[in-house]
Each structure stands twice: as structure tokens, then as C-alpha cells.
């Protein structure tokens, strides 16, 4: 079956620490973005990928970085510059004139 | 820049009643628009596409108004299991690059 896959579901990170989620898709998609959402808040873009070999900021890049080395493949690294990285955190793909479709999501706590 | 407005509500509403949402984008050049529902804790999955000036499945009806920049989703005849967050999404193409954006959500809960 063709998707998109986020792992892991739950992941806790102590203060300080680098932690990367990944995000996997089989969809043939050149798209895939990364967001955030904050409870009761909407989602807000990280970082977006067009293109192998190339990605751009979105809204609330600082403390983030990624890769795109692999079409399948968009990792976030969550940095230890991110000061408030508790969070949910969404990994989407899209294809030409298609809707995006999402992973399951990567509930990030800081203890 | 580009945004998408959406009233957070909640909407609370027996079962059987007629809701609408309303969403307002800034973006005029934007040519399809979504529609998105996002249960609590769970990732977004997609409700309806809008391309021309709505769209109809079952209990629900998206339409578009583009003079006037909004796009209505109604639910007729609501459940329980409609209880959820709604997501307004709207594509923005430019400078090379494709992003959706995303309103906050309108959060309807169907009360028995």
C-alpha cells in the first residue's frame, strides 16, 4: 500500500539534545513538507522540499534543519537551538495537483 | 502574504443540525482550495476538494466564492462521529515554490 510514514510516534528528548523524526513516503511525490501544531493551534510550516538535493524555510524554521537526499525521504533534525520543542509535529507529501497527504504525526516532549 | 481566516468556534450542535463554516483566504490567484479533518490527536486527512465552485458528497457541500474570497463547508443532518477539528487549506504558488496553508481550525462538537 502506497503512504507516508512518520517514526517514531512518541519521542521524548532531554534538554540539549539533537533528535531527528522521519518521515517516509512511497507515493512518488516530489512535495513533502514539515509542520507543527501546537494544542489548540493550527499548523505552521518548518521547512518544504520541492525537489531531491533541495529544501526552503517555511514560517518557523530556527532551532530546525533537514535533508533531502532520497525522494521517499524528509528527516527534521529538532536542534538543541529549538528552545520550546514540545510539540506535534506533521510530515506531509504532495504530488502535482493532488492534496497533501499526511503521516501520523510525531508527538515530541522535552523532559 | 498569504492567510487563511477561520472562526475557531466551537461549534456546538445537536444531532440532525445544519452547520456551516466559513473560511476567507487572501491569496486571489489560488485556484483549488481543500478541505481537511483533524480528530483529536490524529494527523489531518482529507474532507473535500474544491477546483470549480463546490463540491458535493453526501452530508456535505463545499462552495467557493471567488469574488469574494471564501470558501463554505456545510453539514447536513450531523452525527456524533462529525465531531472534530475542520481545517481550511489553501495551496500558494509562487516564486518557484508550492505551500499550503493552513487556517487554525473550526472545531465543531455534535452533542446527542
Known amino acids: 500500500d502506497g503512504g507516508i510514514t512518520q517514526s517514531p510516534k512518541y519521542l521524548f528528548r532531554k534538554e540539549g539534545q539533537n533528535v531527528t523524526l522521519s518521515c517516509e513516503q512511497n507515493?512518488?511525490?516530489?512535495?513533502m513538507y514539515w509542520y507543527r501544531q501546537d494544542p489548540g493551534q493550527g499548523l505552521r510550516l518548518i521547512y518544504y522540499?520541492?525537489?531531491?538535493?533541495?529544501?526552503q524555510k517555511g514560517d518557523i524554521a530556527e532551532g530546525y534543519s533537514v535533508s533531502r537526499e532520497k525522494k521517499e525521504s524528509f528527516p527534521l533534525t529538532v536542534t538543541s537551538a529549538q528552545k520550546n520543542p514540545t510539540a506535534f509535529y506533521l510530515c506531509?507529501?504532495?504530488?502535482?495537483?493532488?492534496?497533501?497527504?499526511f503521516g501520523q504525526g510525531t508527538r515530541l516532549t522535552v523532559v | 502574504r498569504k492567510e487563511v481566516e477561520q472562526d475557531p468556534g466551537p461549534f456546538n450542535v445537536p444531532e440532525g443540525a445544519t452547520v456551516a463554516f466559513n473560511c476567507t483566504y487572501s491569496n486571489s490567484a489560488s485556484q483549488s482550495f481543500f478541505w481537511y479533518r483533524q480528530d483529536c490527536r490524529k494527523e489531518p486527512k482529507l474532507l473535500m476538494s474544491v477546483y470549480s465552485s463546490g463540491n458535493e458528497d453526501g452530508r456535505f457541500t463545499a462552495q467557493l466564492n471567488r469574488a469574494s474570497q471564501y470558501i463554505s463547508l456545510l453539514i447536513r443532518d450531523s452525527k456524533l462521529s462529525d465531531s472534530a477539528t475542520y481545517l481550511c487549506?489553501?495551496?500558494?504558488?509562487?516564486?518557484?515554490?508550492?505551500?499550503?496553508?493552513f487556517g487554525k481550525g473550526t472545531k465543531l462538537s455534535v452533542i446527542p
Open positions: 507515493l512518488n511525490h516530489d512535495a
Open positions: 487549506v489553501v495551496p500558494y504558488s509562487g516564486a518557484g515554490s508550492y505551500q499550503l496553508t
Open positions: 522540499s520541492q525537489i531531491v538535493n533541495d529544501f
Open positions: 506531509a507529501s504532495m504530488g502535482a495537483n493532488t492534496e497533501a497527504f
